[in-house]
């Protein structure tokens, strides 16, 4: 028998070229102890941030192959314009489906996670080599990225079997919601929530769970599960990720009655996060989006559509010091999906969006 099994291999090898391998282990580790720590809360009123409800319907881009802007209408002035209009469709045709959240580990790669909508709690990473397609001049011509799956007569374009060499298409996993994916600046891995969901904003389970993606193959080799509990106060999990510098994890969510900021470690077998002591009054928008982390300006961004605001994180330090002054806030026009903020060293934002999924970058530090 095991000399049939060796003569299949051999054979298998010679027909495909490489030897056959089973799919990657993917392993959980459950965290007994509570993974929250709670102290004393007290109330601030950020009221330099302003309540951005969501519109009833979204601005829906006319011409996807348009370069676009999208400005500040209140508060502090940027302007966002394209760097990358996304693929659509994408490899083979494919329908990837929403852009959920965006990641980026310097220059060198940008990671997207795609939620098709018709795969409940599903989804794929897409990782993109932005230092290549740069150097193609992409920029320039955010077109050819966005049309890099589009055939002519029957055949791709020299250029376009070249941006597919920039581009890697991960697997369908469970993501959950899939707006966390975020980059260690620290231990240089990838990790996001798995926050599945019975319906929009109703998750499965009052566990927490964390997924280390493995960036060679966009899928996750191992997640930790845990309860944030604590005298009282009990979360699901959160839906938004970032990291800072020094590996120091964030997430903010809405109980009902002001922001919450949790600032924790994320281990190998275990997760830890506080819930810093200062409630917010005022949030940023109705939808809970994203939160990014300025490694410049060191301010941690919290995202809903259309609206911005951000403080220095520093201040969440002990007892936390944030005062309504720490606070910057943008509101904007027009009324897209702000799915995510990253950076790639620099202080310019990397803004994700839907409808016309594309990537625009700030036009100064932001």
């Given at each position: 028998?095991?000399?049939?099994?060796?003569?299949?291999c051999?054979?298998?090898?010679?027909?495909?070229?490489?030897?056959?391998?089973?799919?990657?282990?993917?392993?959980?580790?459950?965290?007994?102890?509570?993974?929250?720590?709670?102290?004393?809360?007290?109330?601030?009123?950020?009221?330099?941030?302003?309540?951005?409800?969501?519109?009833k319907?979204?601005?829906h881009?006319?011409?996807?192959?348009?370069?676009?802007t999208?400005?500040?209408?209140?508060?502090?002035?940027?302007?966002?314009r394209?760097?990358?209009?996304?693929?659509?469709?994408?490899?083979?045709?494919?329908?990837?489906?929403?852009?959920?959240?965006?990641?980026?580990?310097?220059?060198?790669?940008?990671?997207?996670?795609?939620?098709?909508?018709?795969l409940?709690?599903?989804?794929r990473?897409?990782?993109?080599?932005i230092?290549?397609?740069?150097?193609?001049?992409?920029?320039?011509?955010?077109?050819?990225?966005?049309?890099?799956?589009?055939?002519?007569?029957?055949?791709?374009?020299?250029?376009?079997?070249?941006i597919?060499?920039?581009?890697k298409?991960?697997?369908?996993?469970?993501t959950?919601?899939?707006?966390?994916?975020?980059?260690?600046?620290?231990?240089?891995g990838?990790?996001?929530w798995?926050?599945?969901?019975?319906?929009?904003r109703?998750?499965?389970?009052?566990?927490?769970?964390?997924?280390?993606?493995?960036?060679?193959?966009?899928?996750?080799?191992?997640?930790?599960?845990?309860?944030?509990?604590?005298?009282?106060?009990?979360?699901?999990g959160?839906?938004?990720?970032?990291?800072?510098?020094?590996?120091?994890?964030y997430?903010w969510s809405?109980?009902g009655?002001g922001?919450?900021?949790?600032?924790?470690?994320?281990?190998?077998?275990?997760?830890?996060?506080?819930?810093?002591?200062?409630?917010?009054?005022?949030?940023?928008?109705?939808?809970?989006?994203?939160?990014?982390?300025?490694?410049?300006?060191?301010?941690?961004?919290?995202?809903?559509?259309?609206s911005?605001?951000?403080?220095?994180?520093?201040?969440?330090?002990g007892?936390?010091h944030?005062t309504?002054?720490?606070?910057?806030?943008?509101?904007?026009?027009?009324?897209r999906?702000?799915?995510?903020?990253?950076?790639?060293?620099?202080?310019?934002?990397?803004?994700?969006v839907?409808?016309?999924?594309?990537?625009?970058?700030?036009?100064?530090?932001?």
């Amino acid at each position: 028998m095991r000399l049939f099994k060796a003569l299949i291999c051999a054979i298998l090898f010679l027909v495909v070229g490489a030897p056959i391998t089973a799919h990657a282990k993917y392993h959980v580790y459950h965290q007994r102890s509570s993974a929250l720590h709670k102290g004393s809360l007290r109330n601030l009123n950020n009221s330099k941030v302003h309540y951005v409800k969501v519109p009833k319907q979204y601005y829906h881009v006319s011409n996807t192959d348009d370069e676009h802007t999208i400005k500040a209408e209140r508060g502090t002035k940027v302007t966002f314009r394209t760097r990358y209009l996304l693929p659509l469709p994408g490899k083979n045709g494919q329908r990837w489906g929403n852009p959920q959240s965006i990641a980026m580990n310097g220059k060198h790669y940008m990671y997207i996670v795609y939620c098709p909508t018709n795969l409940h709690n599903k989804g794929r990473i897409v990782r993109f080599n932005i230092k290549k397609l740069d150097a193609m001049g992409i920029q320039l011509h955010p077109q050819q990225l966005k049309n890099a799956y589009h055939k002519h007569h029957g055949k791709y374009s020299k250029t376009q079997k070249q941006i597919h060499k920039y581009i890697k298409v991960g697997p369908i996993f469970t993501t959950g919601h899939g707006q966390s994916l975020a980059y260690n600046w620290k231990n240089h891995g990838l990790y996001m929530w798995r926050d599945k969901e019975k319906a929009p904003r109703i998750p499965v389970s009052n566990w927490g769970y964390i997924q280390h993606i493995k960036a060679s193959t966009l899928r996750p080799d191992y997640a930790i599960r845990f309860r944030l509990h604590s005298h009282g106060v009990s979360v699901p999990g959160g839906h938004d990720l970032t990291f800072d510098h020094s590996g120091n994890a964030y997430f903010w969510s809405f109980p009902g009655w002001g922001a919450y900021i949790f600032k924790g470690k994320i281990h190998h077998k275990s997760v830890h996060f506080r819930l810093t002591h200062q409630v917010l009054k005022h949030l940023p928008g109705t939808r809970i989006q994203s939160m990014g982390y300025n490694p410049v300006r060191k301010r941690l961004l919290m995202l809903s559509d259309a609206s911005i605001a951000s403080f220095p994180a520093k201040k969440l330090n002990g007892h936390g010091h944030l005062t309504n002054n720490s606070f910057e806030w943008t509101q904007f026009g027009p009324k897209r999906e702000f799915e995510g903020i990253a950076y790639d060293g620099s202080s310019r934002g990397n803004l994700l969006v839907n409808h016309c999924p594309e990537v625009l970058q700030a036009n100064h530090s932001y």
